[in-house]
């Protein structure tokens, strides 16, 4: 059975709350008294829904179900998890808690999307204070994994650790904030770099376009992997961080920031700014601009994913625990029936597999290919432990055929055959498959090898009575169509 979360306010972050659990299998049940709300979250789901499976190295549970529902009351009946996103007006949020505390569950989380109430103000006034936590989150919600979790010495310790379960198992990054203070943690890095902005434009120093380059062609692309302080650090040379600090350090007194200072909102600033971000970006439209922003997130993330690093660590983290939930086979002992092909992939095609032709391009079906080897080398027990130890496969021979066109969001499958293994060989025959659309076959010759001397070693005992006991299972299966077909043959 799905877990339902309740929805109440789906405006931008809403929308993305309401993105990230469905995607993730969860039902979710909308409150909004806006009529157009409807159409909004339809809107945020599709660009959520043509980037999200992208990130995954893995397919995403079955989407949940959406409704809507014309009172607070029945939205959130049967919800374990309640997501508040309506303005940040604390009068306003009171109000919400305490109608929609008369008909929630008693156990379930009631988080706060609160850019920068402390949740102790939040819990004032509320029925049960202690269901209270704020669950801050970042825009797009549905891509990045930061959420700055609040909590008060209210709110129990089984709480707090019900709260980052459920946010760790939609592939979030819970930040347990220990001590509240307005606006959490991130939100103050982004109101002092929005004052000194807000200031270099008010002084004609620089404009909205100048301001968007210094960040994104520099120290924005620095911070999405190492933050500050280990920037800094590696700033620092070899004496690391006091060296930094004692050579920056003075800079502090020097008039390099207004932060304290916030110029005035008069109509000219406003207009001012407002007229140079349309000249900046006013050619396109906040969805297409949406679409821009998750296809730029999608491919950095993806590469952190390759790197294993920050905000990659914790999506590849998500992946091992939905591949686990769908049942992908780890090791031969968990086969049930060998004698049919294993699926070794199942995925979505992300935004950067595309090519100028608006498909898959040529080398990810190799990308597709080399994981589901290197997914039946973990089966027959050639995993990470094993590779350690110093013995492992190459691929000596690949020939793969293009079939069918695939594009972005395809769920795709490889199902994978051992057609021989033996000695130091084995041969491998995958095919890709969209549903029940044949797109692609690959046929590799892999070799086993020692990688102390390089050179070819027989495989261990356990990697060959594996790789026998599928070869044998699979043995009364038809010659799969093309194999052995040469470039060129005939088709
Ligand atoms: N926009 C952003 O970048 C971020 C905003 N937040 C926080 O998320 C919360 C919501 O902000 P946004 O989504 O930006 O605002 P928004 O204005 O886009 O959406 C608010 C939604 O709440 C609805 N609403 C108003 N009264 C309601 C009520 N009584 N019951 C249910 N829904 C109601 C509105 O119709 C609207 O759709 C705020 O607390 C904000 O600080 C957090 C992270 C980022
Ligand atoms: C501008 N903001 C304070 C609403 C920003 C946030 O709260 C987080 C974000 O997504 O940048």
């Not at 079955?62 to 409704?67: A, F, K, T, V």
């Not at 959490?184 to 000194?196: P, S, Y």
């Not at 439209?285 to 922003?293: A, V």
Request: proline content about 4%; overall charge negative; aromatic content about 8%.
């Amino acid at each position: 059975m799905s877990n339902t979360a309740a929805i109440i306010g789906g405006g931008v972050i809403g929308g993305g709350w309401a993105a990230r659990f469905l995607l993730n299998g969860w039902d979710v049940r909308v409150f909004d008294p806006d009529p157009e709300a409807q159409r909004k979250i339809g809107e945020v789901l599709d660009n959520a829904r043509r980037s999200m499976p992208g990130l995954s190295d893995t397919a995403l549970p079955q989407e949940g179900r959406l409704s809507f529902h014309d009172t607070m009351s029945e939205a959130v009946q049967g919800a374990e998890w309640i997501q508040e996103s309506v303005p940040e007006r604390l009068e306003l949020k009171h109000k919400v808690y305490q109608t929609l505390q008369a008909d929630c569950s008693e156990t379930a989380v009631i988080g706060s999307s609160t850019s920068g109430f402390k949740p102790s103000e939040l819990q004032d006034c509320a029925t049960r204070p202690e269901q209270i936590v704020v669950t801050h989150p970042f825009n797009p919600v549905y891509l990045l994994p930061l959420i700055e979790l609040v909590p008060t010495e209210k709110n129990s310790a089984d709480l707090i650790a019900r709260a980052k379960a459920t946010l760790t198992a939609l592939g979030m990054y819970p930040l347990h904030v220990k001590k509240e203070i307005d606006a959490h943690i991130a939100d103050r890095f982004l109101e002092a770099v929005w004052r000194e902005a807000l200031w270099l434009v008010k002084d004609g120093i620089a404009t909205t376009e100048e301001i968007d380059e210094a960040i994104r062609m520099g120290f924005g692309i620095r911070w999405a992997q190492m933050g500050l302080f280990e920037t800094y650090r590696v700033a620092g040379g070899e004496a690391g961080m006091k060296h930094f600090m004692a050579q920056f350090g003075p800079c502090l007194k020097w008039p390099w920031t207004k932060l304290m200072d916030v110029p005035e909102f008069t109509d000219e600033l406003v207009d001012l700014i407002a007229g140079q971000s349309d000249a900046q970006s006013g050619q396109h439209s906040i969805r297409e601009l949406e679409r821009i922003r998750d296809n730029n997130l999608v491919s950095m993330m993806r590469a952190l994913k390759a790197q294993n690093w920050g905000a990659g660590a914790v999506m590849n983290a998500h992946d091992v625990r939905l591949s686990a939930e769908a049942g992908m086979v780890r090791h031969a002992s968990d086969i049930t029936d060998a004698t049919q092909p294993i699926t070794t992939v199942r995925r979505a095609v992300p935004v950067d597999w595309l090519d100028y032709n608006g498909h898959m391009t040529e080398s990810r079906y190799l990308h597709a290919f080399a994981d589901a080897s290197d997914r039946l080398m973990e089966i027959i027990g050639c995993d990470q432990d094993y590779i350690a130890t110093g013995g492992s496969f190459f691929t000596a021979e690949t020939h793969i055929r293009h079939i069918d066109e695939t594009h972005l969001g395809a769920r795709i499958e490889v199902h994978t055959r051992v057609l021989m293994a033996e000695g130091k060989k084995m041969h491998l025959w995958h095919e890709m498959y969209a549903g029940d659309t044949l797109l692609a076959t690959a046929e590799h010759i892999l070799i086993h090898v020692s990688l102390e001397t390089r050179r070819p070693a027989p495989f261990s005992p356990e990697i060959a009575a594996n790789l026998e006991m599928i070869c044998k299972a699979q043995s009364g299966l038809e010659a799969p169509e093309g194999v052995g077909r040469y470039v060129g043959a005939p088709r």
